[in-house]
């Protein structure tokens, strides 16, 4: 589909606005709202809201800045309709692979979901490129920079034999796996959606 930043700023602006109406919520309620390993699917809800929860101000602040600058480089990557489609694909996904996980008792936190945008980002580029043959200079060192961070935060943090981490500096446990299913979600979720806007769209559009 052809770039649409009007959708990708309204679902940007939106997170924004959720995140922070969660964070104005009583405590108890924003627990009802967090993922939870056994009665997640009693309260499927959660699947979203998971993202939307955090466990204190530096948490929600850092999340949110990492979602602004975001924001502005999927502008400069002009997000296809696609793209963002497989974004509101990927925001369950990824809370949902973590019930694979039993030891991560409950979950909460936008990090995830800002590692799938780098890999939808990433993902639509690449097909681009593919697909056309070429890609404007800056997106194609904008989408190996982003790639290769990607890439190398995900091998740093291991989170394949060490799924959670104590940080002190956080003051909670990072759920480091919440990365790597973010980023696995969203490359997922732009393949599926490519495939389905090629299906049911002309090349000319899609692309």
Known sequence: MSPSPRAWWVLCGTWVLLCLAVASLPAELQVALRFHHTDWPQRPWTLWTASLVHL???????????????????????????????????????????????????YSGFSGLNHAIVQVFTAQAAIKWIANGSLPRTAKILTVVLQLGLTTLLLLENAWSTPIVWSADWGFAVVRIAHLLGAAGGLVATLL???????????????
Request: proline share 5%.
């Open 56 to 106: 204190s101000a530096a948490h929600l602040w850092g999340n949110l800045l990492v979602l602004a600058a975001l924001a502005g480089l999927g502008h400069v990557l002009h997000m296809p309709r696609y793209a963002v489609v497989a974004l509101l694909l990927a925001w369950p996904l990824g809370t949902l692979a973590l019930a694979a996980w039993p030891q991560i008792g409950h």
């Open 193 to 207: 959606c490519y495939a389905l806007a090629r299906i049911f769209f002309t090349k000319a559009v899609v692309e």
